[in-house]
C-alpha cells in the first residue's frame, strides 16, 4: 500500500515549538486533501495529551496522527525540521526529546494500513535506516529514502 | 500448540502505535509458543475493554494510571527498538506465571 507521496515530503520546515510543527506538517497533508479540515486540530489536540516523541538511537523523532475519522487517504507525511524541536516522549510526558524528523501518519483504518505501520515501526528499529532519514540532506533524497523504506 | 493470550495494547487513540505494538508482539511471541489475541484501545475505554475479560496483560505506550488487576508492561520500547528485548521478557515473565 502506497504511504509516500512527493508532495508530502518536506525538508527545512522552521517551528517554533511542537505545535507549530504539527501545524506547518499538518498544512500538507491538507492541502492535497489527504485529510480533512478538522485534522491538524485533533492531531495538536491529542499530542498535548498522549505524546508522541520517540527517542531513538541516534536520533529523535515524532509521530503525531489521530483518529481515522479525520483523514481521506491514508499517508504519511515525512518532514525534516530546519533546527530541532521539543516533543514530550511517548509514554512518558516528564520525558522531552529534540525531534528533528516528523512522520505525520494520517491513518484511515489501522488493520488496512498495518503493512506502512510495520515499514514506518521498522525505520524506527532500523540504525542504518535511521542513518539514512538523518543523513538526507534535501527533499529528493528524503523522499528516495522513504519511498524505499515505507514505500 | 500455541498457547492463546490475551494483550490489551493501550496507546493514546487506541489505534496507530497500539496496532504496531500489538504487531510486533503476535510477532515476538509466537517465536516463544504464544497465540496473542490483542485489543487496542485508549486509556480512556481501557475498563470497557478488559471488561471482557481473560487478559494476561496490558502493553501500554501512553501511561495508564489506574490500576485494573491486570499487569502493565510500558511497550514503548518495542517502537523506539531500544529495549524492545526488555518489553519481550516483561511480558513473558507474566505470561510465564500463569
Known sequence: ?????????????????????????????????????TYVDAVAAREKEFPTGLQLKNLA??????????????AVCVAKLAHPVQFAHMGDPETEVQAELLFMMAIQNPDAQLETLQKVMKVFTDEAAVAEFKAAGDRESLYQAAKRHIG | MAKHVKILCVCGSGTVSSAMVA????????????????????????????????????????????????????????????????????????????
Open chain 1, 61 to 74: 523523532v515524532a509521530m503525531p496522527h489521530t483518529a481515522g475519522v479525520h483523514v481521506n487517504t491514508p
Open chain 2, 23 to 98: 504487531n510486533k508482539l503476535k510477532e515476538k511471541l509466537a517465536d516463544y509458543g504464544y497465540a496473542v489475541e490483542a485489543t487496542e484501545c485508549s486509556p480512556n475505554s481501557a475498563e470497557t475493554a478488559l471488561a471482557s475479560g481473560g487478559f494476561s496483560l496490558m502493553a501500554c505506550v501512553s501511561p495508564v494510571y489506574q490500576e485494573f488487576g491486570v499487569p502493565k508492561v510500558n511497550a514503548v520500547g518495542m517502537l523506539t527498538g531500544l529495549s524492545e528485548d526488555q518489553v519481550l521478557q516483561d511480558c513473558l515473565k507474566i505470561l510465564e506465571k500463569e
Open chain 1, 1 to 37: 500500500m502506497r504511504a509516500i507521496y512527493e508532495d508530502l515530503v518536506v525538508c527545512g520546515v522552521d517551528a517554533a515549538d511542537a505545535e507549530d510543527a504539527i501545524r506547518q506538517v499538518g498544512r500538507f497533508l491538507f492541502r492535497k486533501g489527504f485529510v480533512k479540515d
